[in-house]
């Protein structure tokens, strides 16, 4: 069965005559005929009386209401994803980890919201494994994450690259290595960690950086916002390694300061950072408002952050 089977048989019951039906869907009678023949073999009953007037059987009765329903709903899909392709989308959903949602996203949101005051946008804050997981389940349009190449490695994802930043500790202005200007993770082994809950990026960077200098660490609390270790951090001994989007809450709390960590042969002598990238599938590019908010991310969120690298160095070093 197919769907030009059931527009002629539609057009024939409307009009009651083959050849008029042949007019109103644009093609011959004999094709008309040959389309309700066809039907009548699929189904094994004569869905027409073939006389001067078409009139249908108690076959064709059966199957009108139905026909009429599949191509009611074929024309409203057509239309929907017609629609869908001119930018009349209904929402986007984004999800982005929490850095990046108080800071970095949302003079996107804005120009968003500008260009597409139509579209209603909704934004959650996630981990970036929770993140990239509801994108490949269709759930959200975008994710921005901190990159993992052996998660966003698939055929079907865009990875776009947003910019990177290095990992600093965040304490209490007073902690006893508030005096250090460098920090090695030896150092930081001795004193409690504060971490992000399982399924954000950071809690497994942190995990396998003190794995692979052979140190143990205690994780004695697992948080998943930036104020909430803020709060938390400024009490007493307690240590978060955080990356230094985090750094606008020292700027704000003078009892909290960061300090950068050490570059360790482990890590190739250089600084430990992060990537942070926006993810989205293939397919989904070829919606104008989907298209139009991976552009501007990429337009404004860099920019960003490469003047907060330049601030972030001179609060690291601060006494």
Request: with cysteine; glycine share 6%.
């Amino acid at each position: 069965m197919r769907l030009e089977q059931l527009q002629a048989f539609l057009s024939v019951a409307k009009t009651g005559n083959f050849q008029q039906a042949a007019h109103e869907c644009g093609v011959t009678q004999s094709t008309v005929s040959r389309q309700i023949q066809g039907l009548e073999a699929d189904l094994g009953i004569p869905l027409f009386h073939r006389s001067s007037i078409a009139k249908l059987t108690v076959g064709g009765e059966v199957l009108l209401p139905h026909a009429r329903r599949i191509c009611q709903e074929w024309q409203t899909a057509q239309q929907e994803v017609s629609e869908l392709l001119a930018g009349k989308q209904q929402e986007l959903c984004v999800a982005a980890i929490p850095s990046l949602c108080s800071y970095g996203l949302p003079l996107v949101l804005q120009r968003f919201c500008w260009s597409y005051p139509e579209v209603q946008l909704r934004v959650t804050a996630l981990g970036s494994d929770r993140a990239l997981k509801v994108l490949k389940d269709g759930l959200v349009d975008l994710a921005l994450i901190m990159h993992n190449r052996f998660l966003t490695h698939s055929a079907e994802l865009v990875v776009d690259p947003l910019f990177e930043e290095t990992i600093a500790v965040l304490m209490a202005a007073d902690h006893a290595l508030a005096g250090e200007k460098l920090l090695s993770w030896e150092a930081i082994s001795h004193y409690p960690q504060v971490v992000f809950k399982d399924g954000y990026g950071m809690q497994r960077l942190v995990h396998e950086q003190f794995s692979k200098h052979n140190l143990q660490y205690r994780a004695v609390l697992e948080l998943n916002t930036l104020d909430a270790f803020r709060g938390v951090i400024r009490q007493g001994e307690f240590l978060a390694v955080l990356p230094e989007s985090a750094v606008k809450l020292a700027c704000e709390d003078p009892r909290v300061i960061f300090r950068p960590l050490q570059p360790s042969l482990q890590d190739g002598g250089k600084t430990l950072s992060r990537q942070v990238v926006l993810v989205t599938t293939r397919d989904r590019l070829s919606i104008p408002p989907i298209e139009s908010f991976r552009a501007l991310a990429l337009e404004y969120i860099p920019p960003q952050f490469t003047r907060q690298a330049a601030i972030a160095t001179g609060i690291g070093n601060r006494k």
